[in-house]
Nanobody
Framework: QVQLVESGGGLVQPGGSLRLSCTAS????????MGWYRQAPGKQRELVAA??????????DSVKGRFTISRVSRDNAKNTVYLQMSSLKPEDTAVYYC??????????????WGQGTQVTVSS
C-alpha cells in the first residue's frame, strides 16, 4: 500500500525558515527519485526540488540556494523526505506536496497525491 503524508507547513514571515517532512510509504518510493512540488493559487503544480535514491539533488532556479532536499530510508517500505526552506519569500506561498519524480500514476490519467501542507509567507 502506498501513502504520502506531508507535514511541517505554516505561516512564516519573509526571510524565515521552515522544514517540511514527508513520510512516503511503499517500496516504489524507496527506489525512485523523490521530489517536492508546490501549487500556488491559480497556478499549475511545479517541481521545486528532487533527490535521487543515491542522493543527487536538483532544484528549480527559483529556490536554488534557499531550499535543501534530503531523504532518509528506514527500510525498503518507508522513506522520509525533507525540504529545508530558508530565506522564504511571499512567492513561495503554496501548498507543498511530495511524490516520486515523475509523480505516481494511478489509472490512465490520474496521479496519486497526498494532502499536502500549506506554506504561507507573509508579514
Amino acid at each position: 500500500q502506498v501513502q504520502l503524508v506531508e507535514s511541517g507547513g505554516g505561516l512564516v514571515q519573509p526571510g524565515g525558515s521552515l522544514r517540511l517532512s514527508c513520510t512516503a510509504s511503499g517500496s516504489i518510493f524507496s527506489t525512485n527519485t523523490m521530489g517536492w512540488y508546490r501549487q500556488a493559487p491559480g497556478k499549475q503544480r511545479e517541481l521545486v526540488a528532487a533527490i535521487t535514491s543515491s542522493g543527487n539533488t536538483n532544484y528549480a532556479d527559483s529556490v536554488k540556494g534557499r531550499f535543501t532536499i534530503s531523504r532518509v530510508s528506514r527500510d525498503n517500505a518507508k522513506n522520509t523526505v525533507y525540504l529545508q526552506m530558508s530565506s522564504l519569500k511571499p512567492e513561495d506561498t503554496a501548498v507543498y506536496y511530495c511524490n516520486k519524480e515523475p509523480p505516481l500514476r494511478v489509472g490512465l490519467r490520474s496521479d496519486y497525491w497526498g494532502q499536502g501542507t500549506q506554506v504561507t509567507v507573509s508579514s
